[in-house]
């Protein structure tokens, strides 16, 4: 999606841009599985940040509302502890407050109301300053912020964990497990994670959009607009080594030995590839090397076309764990699938309201959290029937029962996405957001090779969709501020293109 929101952004400013996608259909990890006739997603389940999405089609001249009619989600989410415990979060925040009175009292409901309020100043504090800012550091921030800092800080709290800023809200432990799971949307956990990171909350509270067809229709209809603006969009391409000439970028060679000449690329890959030397060796200097041990999250998830009974699920659906800490203790510190994961349970075929369960088979994307291991160890076949085995004995605790059949469930391991994303050991999120500097340690778009510029979820500002779409533009704003300066400088027009691999 940087990639393609990178190629929309230049290709409406007439730049010429050339698009190579490795994989046979565009989106990278927006992607779909198919179990006999059904597309299941297999990606992102979840749309927010409708005005970024709005912002990058007008760029073009277009309308989402024209391109990509979407659907508001009435629940946010259902969460569930045990059979008896439920608990949803609505579009409505007062109607949520009520939920939660309900669910763990008065108190806790006006803790809810408190931490809104807060999450609401933290996202407008970073939106501008942080988020859309090409490459942020700390005294910048405070810079941008101005006279607002101090008192923002505040509520930045960016040296408190957001499982600790989470108890000055909720005395309730399952309210804290329920927001400290918005650390898991940047592949982290809630107890090394900073406090910012509950902007998350106001980010879903603005809105959360259901798109009828499926996730992948996001990245279809941005690439589609960016042929239409001139865009050559070239599937099973895969690029093999950016290379150089007198020390700046001057094209890319595919596996087929073909040579596509350009002035600058816009690398939408895991920065680890980079480092690594994946794309030459000569350009491993061009960023920073990844933290050792400093991954995010991967995941075991199941695609299944199934049977959903019990449980009236709704669209999104999280089953958590009875330990939460114990849970992230696996993950991060011994490296292993927790023993009682936390579980999401994306139902596709249901609505965003209360649920009705569709009469026919349901597609349902089942994830757990595992350790970005795929590049140093294979699960066994009996290790990966006990992980299915824990996961939806669990669910049926939870009053969840899914019938399916081994024909009918596809399961995607770290080794899996390993060879989806090279570099990254099945990290879906690049490096873990961890501590206060974590938020500042993720490289910009700009590198240190001319001509070379990055964009993606393992880049400023961050995994997730809407995320990955501001990097899209950041790169694309950059590059062509570079054009600029460079013509100037030299006083004609620069030749060749523009390549995203």
Same mark, same amino acid.
């Given at each position: 999606?940087?990639?393609?929101?990178?190629?929309?952004?230049?290709?409406?400013?007439?730049?010429?841009?050339?698009? =190579?996608?490795?994989?046979?259909?565009?989106?990278?990890?927006?992607?779909?599985?198919?179990?006999?006739?059904?597309?299941?997603?297999?990606?992102?389940?979840?749309?927010?940040?409708?005005?970024?999405?709005?912002?990058?089609?007008?760029?073009?001249?277009?309308?989402?509302?024209?391109?990509?009619?979407?659907?508001?989600?009435?629940?946010? !989410?259902?969460?569930?502890?045990?059979?008896?415990?439920?608990?949803?979060?609505?579009?409505? *925040?007062?109607?949520?407050? %009520?939920?939660?009175?309900?669910?763990?009292?008065?108190?806790?409901?006006?803790?809810?109301?408190?931490?809104?309020? %807060?999450?609401? *100043?933290?996202?407008?504090?970073?939106?501008?300053?942080?988020?859309?800012?090409?490459?942020?550091?700390?005294?910048?921030?405070?810079? *941008?912020?101005?006279?607002?800092?101090?008192?923002?800080?505040?509520?930045?709290?960016?040296?408190?964990?957001?499982?600790?800023?989470? !108890?000055?809200?909720?005395?309730?432990? *399952?309210?804290?497990?329920?927001?400290?799971?918005?650390?898991?949307?940047?592949?982290?956990?809630?107890?090394?994670?900073?406090?910012?990171?509950?902007?998350?909350?106001?980010?879903?509270?603005?809105?959360? $959009?259901?798109?009828?067809g499926g996730m992948q229709r996001v990245a279809q209809t941005v690439a589609d607009l960016a042929q239409e603006c001139?865009a050559e969009l070239r599937l099973g391409s895969d690029v093999q080594r950016i290379l150089l000439r007198a020390g700046?970028?001057?094209?890319?060679? =595919?596996?087929?030995?073909?040579?596509?000449?350009?002035?600058?690329?816009?690398?939408?890959?895991?920065?680890? !590839?980079?480092?690594?030397?994946?794309?030459?060796?000569?350009?491993?200097?061009?960023?920073?090397?990844?933290?050792?041990?400093?991954?995010?999250?991967?995941?075991?998830?199941?695609?299944?076309?199934?049977?959903?009974?019990?449980?009236?699920?709704?669209?999104?659906?999280?089953?958590?764990?009875?330990?939460?800490?114990?849970?992230?203790?696996?993950?991060? +510190?011994?490296?292993?699938?927790?023993?009682?994961?936390?579980?999401?349970?994306?139902?596709?075929?249901?609505?965003?309201?209360?649920?009705?369960?569709?009469?026919?088979?349901?597609?349902?994307?089942?994830?757990?959290?595992?350790?970005?291991?795929? %590049? %140093?160890?294979?699960?066994?076949?009996?290790?990966?029937?006990?992980?299915?085995?824990?996961?939806f004995s669990f669910l049926e605790r939870c009053g969840l029962k899914v019938r399916r059949s081994p024909s009918q469930?596809?399961?995607?391991?770290?080794?899996?996405?390993?060879?989806?994303?090279?570099?990254?050991?099945?990290?879906?999120?690049?490096?873990?957001?961890?501590? $206060?500097?974590?938020?500042?340690?993720?490289?910009?778009?700009?590198?240190?090779?001319?001509?070379?510029?990055?964009?993606?979820?393992?880049?400023?500002?961050?995994?997730?969709?809407?995320?990955?779409?501001?990097? +899209?533009?950041?790169? !694309?704003?950059?590059?062509?501020?570079?054009?600029?300066?460079?013509?100037?400088?030299?006083?004609?027009?620069?030749?060749?293109?523009?390549?995203?691999?």
């Amino acid at each position: 999606m940087a990639g393609l929101s990178a190629a929309l952004t230049l290709a409406a400013r007439g730049a010429r841009v050339v698009v =190579l996608e490795r994989a046979q259909a565009v989106g990278g990890k927006l992607r779909q599985t198919r179990i006999e006739d059904a597309l299941i997603d297999a990606g992102p389940t979840v749309f927010t940040m409708r005005p970024v999405f709005e912002e990058l089609l007008r760029c073009a001249g277009h309308s989402l509302e024209e391109r990509l009619p979407l659907v508001r989600a009435d629940v946010l !989410a259902r969460h569930a502890w045990s059979e008896s415990e439920r608990l949803d979060l609505y579009a409505d *925040r007062a109607r949520t407050a %009520d939920a939660i009175g309900t669910f763990a009292g008065a108190r806790e409901a006006q803790g809810y109301l408190r931490f809104a309020r %807060d999450a609401q *100043r933290v996202f407008r504090a970073m939106e501008v300053a942080y988020l859309r800012d090409a490459r942020p550091g700390p005294l910048r921030l405070v810079r *941008r912020m101005g006279a607002r800092a101090l008192p923002a800080l505040w509520y930045l709290r960016p040296f408190e964990s957001l499982w600790r800023a989470l !108890a000055r809200y909720f005395r309730d432990a *399952r309210l804290q497990q329920l927001f400290g799971r918005y650390a898991t949307y940047c592949g982290s956990s809630p107890f090394q994670a900073p406090a910012t990171l509950m902007l998350v909350a106001h980010v879903e509270q603005e809105g959360v $959009w259901v798109v009828p067809g499926g996730m992948q229709r996001v990245a279809q209809t941005v690439a589609d607009l960016a042929q239409e603006c001139g865009a050559e969009l070239r599937l099973g391409s895969d690029v093999q080594r950016i290379l150089l000439r007198a020390g700046r970028v001057n094209g890319v060679s =595919l596996a087929t030995g073909e040579f596509v000449p350009a002035d600058a690329v816009i690398l939408n890959a895991d920065v680890a !590839a980079l480092a690594d030397g994946s794309f030459g060796a000569e350009l491993a200097h061009a960023v920073p090397r990844p933290r050792a041990g400093g991954r995010s999250l991967s995941a075991i998830t199941w695609a299944v076309l199934g049977h959903a009974e019990g449980f009236p699920l709704s669209r999104h659906n999280v089953f958590f764990s009875p330990d939460y800490a114990a849970e992230f203790a696996q993950l991060f +510190g011994a490296r292993q699938v927790p023993a009682w994961p936390t579980v999401y349970v994306c139902a596709q075929d249901r609505d965003a309201g209360p649920g009705t369960a569709p009469d026919a088979a349901e597609r349902l994307l089942c994830l757990i959290n595992a350790p970005a291991d795929g %590049d %140093d160890r294979s699960y066994s076949p009996t290790e990966l029937e006990q992980c299915e085995r824990r996961t939806f004995s669990f669910l049926e605790r939870c009053g969840l029962k899914v019938r399916r059949s081994p024909s009918q469930t596809l399961i995607t391991t770290p080794r899996q996405f390993e060879t989806l994303y090279p570099a990254t050991g099945g990290s879906l999120y690049g490096s873990a957001t961890h501590g $206060w500097r974590g938020a500042f340690s993720r490289p910009g778009a700009r590198t240190r090779v001319p001509g070379l510029y990055l964009a993606g979820g393992s880049v400023h500002p961050g995994p997730g969709l809407p995320m990955t779409v501001l990097s +899209g533009s950041l790169a !694309a704003t950059c590059l062509l501020k570079d054009a600029a300066s460079s013509r100037r400088r030299r006083g004609r027009d620069t030749r060749g293109g523009t390549s995203m691999p």
